[in-house]
């Protein structure tokens, strides 16, 4: 069975920074291209970043590009996300996920950048 669970989440104020972790469970973690992605209130889900299966290739929405970065450990099964230089816009609740469609996600972690 497939398990994801992200942690990391909180309060921060604009320019601050936040690192997420996604502990995965149920699958051969290092095989699969793994993403994250966000919802903000009221809106749909938006494809964040994603890293394929060794982590050396990466890619980034423009929203995010040269402010967030994705990185994995495969011996533990763990998704990171690094998100500086954090602004209100990036508020959402944040999930990591195992295909390019975010249908098979965590339950998500919240993030508030406010000041």
């Known amino acids: 069975q497939v398990q994801l669970v992200e942690s990391g989440g909180g309060l921060v104020p604009p320019g601050g920074s936040l690192i997420l972790s996604c502990k995965a469970r149920?699958?051969?973690?290092?095989?699969?291209?793994m993403y994250w992605f966000r919802q903000a209130p009221g809106k749909g889900l938006e494809w964040v970043a994603k890293?394929?299966?060794?982590?050396?290739?990466?890619d980034y929405a423009d929203s995010v590009k040269g402010r967030f970065t994705i990185s994995r450990d495969n011996a533990r099964s763990m998704l990171y996300l690094e998100m500086n230089n954090l602004q209100t816009e990036d508020t959402a609740v944040y999930f990591c996920?195992?295909?390019?469609?975010?249908?098979?996600r965590g339950q998500g972690t919240q993030v508030t950048v406010s000041s």
């Open positions: 890293a394929t299966p060794t982590g050396r290739t990466t």
């Open positions: 996920a195992k295909d390019q469609e975010g249908e098979t």
């Open positions: 149920g699958f051969t973690f290092g095989s699969y291209w």
